[in-house]
């Protein structure tokens, strides 16, 4: 195998399948990327028996061929080649050179036929969409991703195809994240896609051009040009989210989302996972008070706001508040309340395209 390529692109396409490189694995092929070259593009591949990648680009290739190069050494040479364009070559011995202008290395590589092969999608339902808006719908919903596997199935995101909606969804039994997006003319689908792969595909998508996904039973693909991504599904029954989103509401409160945010730091201030203390919020007609205590002492603020129905005053996780309110994507946010115990609903001030569930804390008495 030889070929020739450019430098900066060839750094760029191991930096993405370096996202799928197995650190620590009994297979050692794992801890290397299967380069193939053929007519005029090679191909990067890695795998960690979760979710693979596929990185391709054009190439002068003289000879074809395919080899495993161990993944981190490969990054930190061509990453540090100077000159514009890099040349990799492989003989029967598995020996690798690396030239770059006066740079020359030469380490030992793997046969391709140790690599395992990807999964196969097959006979899959798929859908077409611009990168911006699956990377902002994941964006927006994947904080409320469940880090524990207690409950494997909510270590990932719910992607619902229904009546001409793409749905994507996360909750880990304390708050949830939904955001929506129109979707016409797409079959309808259900599927759950593993956190660790949406965090992966985050990095590799762009703002421009569009993402293919295709969906079989058990994995999904992710087809972005010149990459492509590749993952198990989780298996299992998501939570009846539409069933955990209270339908009515006693109070309605509008407030600037970067004030109300100001306002929650500057009152937490005072608390820490050593002094964990609610955040005690009281929702007036024209100001939300927010005030905290912990052994430390006590804090204060407020923040302008409009309110209409029931007053009230709740408690709530301060990270959990500034979570939802931080992945707002509008200046002014809807908040709506129908008790001191009851989930609270964080909504644009105009549609619904994004929901954000954040459960109270109980107070105790002052």
Same mark, same amino acid.
């Given at each position: 195998?030889?070929?020739?390529c &450019?430098?900066?692109?060839?750094?760029?396409?191991i930096?993405?399948?370096?996202?799928?490189?197995?650190?620590?694995?009994?297979?050692?092929?794992?801890?290397?990327?299967l380069? /193939?070259?053929?007519v005029r593009?090679?191909?990067?591949?890695s795998?960690?028996?979760?979710?693979?990648?596929?990185?391709?680009?054009?190439?002068?290739?003289?000879? @074809?061929?395919?080899?495993?190069?161990?993944?981190?050494?490969?990054?930190?040479?061509?990453?540090?080649?100077?000159?514009?364009?890099?040349?990799?070559?492989?003989?029967?011995?598995?020996?690798?050179?690396?030239?770059?202008?006066?740079?020359?290395?030469?380490?030992?590589?793997?046969?391709?036929?140790?690599?395992?092969?990807l999964?196969?999608?097959? =006979?899959?339902?798929?859908?077409?969409? @611009?990168?911006?808006?699956?990377?902002?719908?994941?964006?927006?919903?994947?904080?409320?991703?469940?880090?524990?596997d207690?409950? @494997?199935?909510?270590?990932?995101?719910?992607? =619902?195809? $229904?009546?001409? !909606?793409?749905t994507? *969804?996360?909750?880990?039994?304390?708050?949830?994240?939904?955001?929506? !997006?129109?979707? =016409?003319?797409?079959?309808?689908? /259900?599927?759950?896609?593993?956190?660790?792969?949406?965090?992966?595909?985050?990095?590799?998508?762009? !703002? !421009?051009?569009?993402?293919? *996904?295709?969906v079989?039973?058990?994995?999904?693909?992710?087809d972005?040009?010149?990459?492509?991504?590749?993952?198990?599904?989780?298996?299992?029954?998501?939570?009846?989210?539409?069933?955990?989103?209270p339908?009515e509401?006693?109070?309605?409160?509008?407030?600037?989302?970067?004030?109300l945010? &100001?306002?929650? $730091?500057r009152?937490?201030?005072?608390?820490?996972?050593?002094?964990?203390?609610?955040?005690?919020?009281?929702?007036?007609?024209?100001?939300?008070?927010?005030?905290?205590?912990?052994?430390?002492?006590?804090?204060?603020?407020?923040?302008?706001?409009?309110?209409?129905?029931?007053?009230?005053?709740?408690?709530?996780?301060?990270?959990?508040l500034l979570?939802?309110?931080? &992945?707002?994507?509008?200046d002014?946010? /809807?908040l709506?309340?129908?008790?001191?115990?009851? @989930?609270?609903?964080?909504?644009?001030?105009?549609? =619904?395209?994004?929901l954000?569930?954040?459960?109270?804390m109980?107070? /105790?008495?002052?």
């Amino acid at each position: 195998m030889k070929f020739t390529c &450019n430098t900066q692109l060839l750094s760029q396409s191991i930096n993405a399948a370096m996202l799928a490189v197995s650190p620590k694995s009994t297979l050692l092929a794992l801890e290397g990327i299967l380069v /193939r070259a053929a007519v005029r593009e090679i191909a990067l591949v890695s795998y960690n028996l979760e979710m693979g990648i596929t990185a391709s680009m054009e190439a002068r290739v003289e000879e @074809p061929g395919e080899i495993i190069i161990p993944a981190k050494v490969f990054s930190d040479i061509v990453r540090r080649i100077e000159s514009d364009e890099v040349t990799v070559e492989a003989d029967d011995r598995c020996l690798v050179q690396i030239t770059g202008g006066v740079s020359q290395f030469t380490i030992l590589g793997m046969t391709a036929e140790e690599f395992p092969e990807l999964p196969m999608v097959g =006979e899959a339902a798929g859908f077409t969409m @611009p990168m911006a808006t699956l990377s902002s719908m994941v964006d927006m919903t994947r904080y409320a991703i469940a880090t524990n596997d207690t409950k @494997p199935v909510q270590t990932g995101c719910l992607f =619902e195809l $229904e009546g001409g !909606e793409l749905t994507v *969804v996360a909750v880990d039994g304390f708050r949830l994240a939904l955001r929506r !997006e129109k979707a =016409e003319h797409y079959q309808d689908m /259900r599927f759950i896609v593993p956190g660790k792969t949406l965090a992966e595909l985050l990095k590799l998508m762009t !703002e !421009e051009g569009n993402v293919a *996904v295709e969906v079989s039973r058990k994995h999904i693909l992710f087809d972005m040009g010149s990459c492509t991504l590749v993952s198990r599904l989780l298996e299992g029954e998501f939570l009846d989210y539409r069933a955990a989103i209270p339908h009515e509401s006693s109070t309605g409160v509008v407030v600037n989302t970067r004030a109300l945010i &100001n306002s929650i $730091e500057r009152t937490s201030l005072l608390i820490s996972d050593r002094l964990r203390s609610p955040l005690r919020v009281d929702f007036g007609e024209s100001v939300i008070r927010m005030s905290c205590s912990t052994s430390i002492g006590k804090a204060y603020d407020e923040c302008c706001c409009s309110t209409t129905g029931k007053l009230l005053e709740m408690g709530f996780n301060n990270r959990f508040l500034l979570d939802a309110l931080k &992945n707002v994507d509008t200046d002014m946010v /809807r908040l709506e309340l129908c008790g001191p115990l009851s @989930p609270m609903k964080v909504l644009p001030l105009e549609g =619904e395209h994004f929901l954000f569930l954040v459960l109270p804390m109980r107070l /105790r008495a002052e």
